[in-house]
Protein backbone atom coordinates (compact mmCIF):
# COMPACT_ATOMS: atom_id res chain seq x y z
CA UNK A 1 0.00 0.00 0.00
CA UNK A 2 1.31 3.25 -1.27
CA UNK A 3 0.59 6.69 1.04
CA UNK A 4 -0.80 10.08 -1.06
CA UNK A 5 2.10 11.92 0.23
CA UNK A 6 1.10 15.01 -2.44
CA UNK A 7 4.85 14.57 -4.77
CA UNK A 8 4.51 13.67 -8.14
CA UNK A 9 5.83 10.98 -10.39
CA UNK A 10 9.29 8.99 -8.77
CA UNK A 11 8.73 10.73 -5.76
CA UNK A 12 5.17 9.61 -4.99
CA UNK A 13 5.12 6.14 -3.29
CA UNK A 14 7.75 4.60 -5.21
CA UNK A 15 9.54 1.27 -4.02
CA UNK A 16 9.90 -2.03 -5.82
CA UNK A 17 10.37 -5.72 -5.55
CA UNK A 18 14.03 -6.56 -6.60
CA UNK A 19 13.80 -10.30 -7.83
CA UNK A 20 17.62 -11.76 -7.57
CA UNK A 21 18.75 -7.72 -6.98
CA UNK A 22 18.81 -7.94 -10.73
CA UNK A 23 15.21 -7.18 -11.86
CA UNK A 24 12.40 -4.28 -10.49
CA UNK A 25 9.15 -4.96 -10.60
CA UNK A 26 8.23 -1.24 -10.08
CA UNK A 27 5.90 -0.53 -6.51
CA UNK A 28 4.46 3.48 -7.13
CA UNK A 29 1.45 5.53 -6.40
CA UNK A 30 0.39 5.93 -9.89
CA UNK A 31 -2.93 5.61 -10.39
CA UNK A 32 -5.01 6.78 -12.19
CA UNK A 33 -1.79 6.95 -14.97
CA UNK A 34 0.03 4.24 -16.89
CA UNK A 35 0.68 1.68 -18.22
CA UNK A 36 4.34 2.87 -18.52
CA UNK A 37 7.40 0.50 -17.59
CA UNK A 38 8.60 3.11 -14.81
CA UNK A 39 4.99 3.00 -12.67
CA UNK A 40 3.25 0.43 -10.87
CA UNK A 41 3.41 -2.73 -11.76
CA UNK A 42 6.07 -1.87 -14.67
CA UNK A 43 9.48 -3.89 -15.40
CA UNK A 44 11.30 -0.85 -14.45
CA UNK A 45 12.98 0.30 -17.93
CA UNK A 46 11.76 -2.90 -19.55
CA UNK A 47 8.02 -2.88 -20.28
CA UNK A 48 4.80 -1.69 -19.26
CA UNK A 49 2.28 -3.80 -17.99
CA UNK A 50 -0.02 -4.33 -20.33
CA UNK A 51 -2.74 -3.05 -18.42
CA UNK A 52 -3.10 -0.24 -15.51
CA UNK A 53 -4.32 -1.83 -12.94
CA UNK A 54 -3.63 -0.01 -10.37
CA UNK A 55 -5.62 1.17 -7.11
CA UNK A 56 -5.32 4.27 -5.78
CA UNK A 57 -3.30 5.45 -2.98
CA UNK A 58 -4.46 4.55 0.50
CA UNK A 59 -5.70 0.79 -0.83
CA UNK A 60 -3.74 -2.51 -0.86
CA UNK A 61 -2.76 -3.58 -4.41
CA UNK A 62 -1.78 -7.63 -4.93
CA UNK A 63 1.16 -8.68 -6.84
CA UNK A 64 1.56 -12.21 -7.79
CA UNK A 65 4.69 -13.01 -9.46
CA UNK A 66 5.92 -16.21 -11.48
CA UNK A 67 9.43 -15.62 -11.92
CA UNK A 68 12.20 -17.80 -13.21
CA UNK A 69 16.23 -16.48 -13.13
CA UNK A 70 18.18 -16.49 -16.31
CA UNK A 71 19.59 -19.72 -17.26
CA UNK A 72 22.98 -20.69 -17.42
CA UNK A 73 25.37 -23.18 -18.77
CA UNK A 74 29.61 -23.03 -18.84
CA UNK A 75 29.17 -19.66 -17.01
CA UNK A 76 27.26 -17.79 -20.24
CA UNK A 77 23.91 -17.23 -20.08
CA UNK A 78 21.68 -19.46 -22.26
CA UNK A 79 18.41 -17.81 -21.68
CA UNK A 80 16.77 -14.77 -20.16
CA UNK A 81 14.88 -14.26 -16.86
CA UNK A 82 11.62 -14.67 -17.28
CA UNK A 83 8.24 -13.28 -15.52
CA UNK A 84 4.83 -13.40 -15.11
CA UNK A 85 2.48 -11.45 -13.01
CA UNK A 86 -0.64 -10.36 -11.86
CA UNK A 87 -1.98 -7.07 -10.87
CA UNK A 88 -4.66 -6.82 -8.64
CA UNK A 89 -6.22 -9.81 -10.53
CA UNK A 90 -4.97 -9.41 -13.53
CA UNK A 91 -2.36 -10.75 -15.88
CA UNK A 92 0.06 -7.65 -16.85
CA UNK A 93 2.59 -9.20 -17.91
CA UNK A 94 2.60 -12.95 -19.21
CA UNK A 95 6.16 -15.25 -19.91
CA UNK A 96 8.51 -11.81 -20.78
CA UNK A 97 12.32 -12.46 -21.12
CA UNK A 98 13.98 -10.01 -18.91
CA UNK A 99 17.46 -9.18 -21.18
CA UNK A 100 19.26 -7.67 -18.16
CA UNK A 101 19.37 -5.99 -14.63
CA UNK A 102 16.71 -3.10 -14.76
CA UNK A 103 17.12 0.36 -12.82
CA UNK A 104 19.62 -0.01 -10.27
CA UNK A 105 19.50 -4.27 -10.61
CA UNK A 106 22.80 -6.08 -9.76
CA UNK A 107 23.91 -7.49 -12.91
CA UNK A 108 22.87 -11.12 -13.61
CA UNK A 109 24.55 -13.42 -12.03
CA UNK A 110 24.16 -17.68 -12.06
CA UNK A 111 23.86 -17.56 -8.51
CA UNK A 112 20.75 -17.49 -6.42
CA UNK A 113 20.09 -14.05 -4.95
CA UNK A 114 17.59 -13.26 -2.59
CA UNK A 115 14.43 -10.73 -3.45
CA UNK A 116 14.19 -7.54 -2.13
CA UNK A 117 11.70 -5.04 -1.39
CA UNK A 118 13.66 -1.34 -2.34
CA UNK A 119 13.04 1.87 -0.04
CA UNK A 120 13.20 5.05 -1.50
CA UNK A 121 11.70 6.50 1.98
CA UNK A 122 8.32 6.87 0.48
CA UNK A 123 5.51 5.92 2.76
CA UNK A 124 5.13 2.04 1.78
CA UNK A 125 3.66 -1.12 3.92
CA UNK A 126 3.71 -4.60 2.85
CA UNK A 127 1.64 -7.30 4.21
CA UNK A 128 1.09 -11.27 3.15
CA UNK A 129 4.59 -11.49 0.90
CA UNK A 130 4.57 -15.64 0.24
CA UNK A 131 8.13 -17.16 -1.57
CA UNK A 132 7.51 -20.47 -3.01
CA UNK A 133 9.52 -22.38 -5.12
CA UNK A 134 7.95 -23.18 -8.71
Request: charged fraction near 25%.
Amino acid sequence: MTDENKRSGQENGNSGVYLQQSYEVQILNSYPRGPLDNECAGIYTKKAPDYAMAYPAGQWQSYDIWFEGAKWRDGKKVRNAKLTMRHNGTIVHRDFLIDGPTGAGKPESPTARPIRLQNHGNKIRFRNIWVRPI
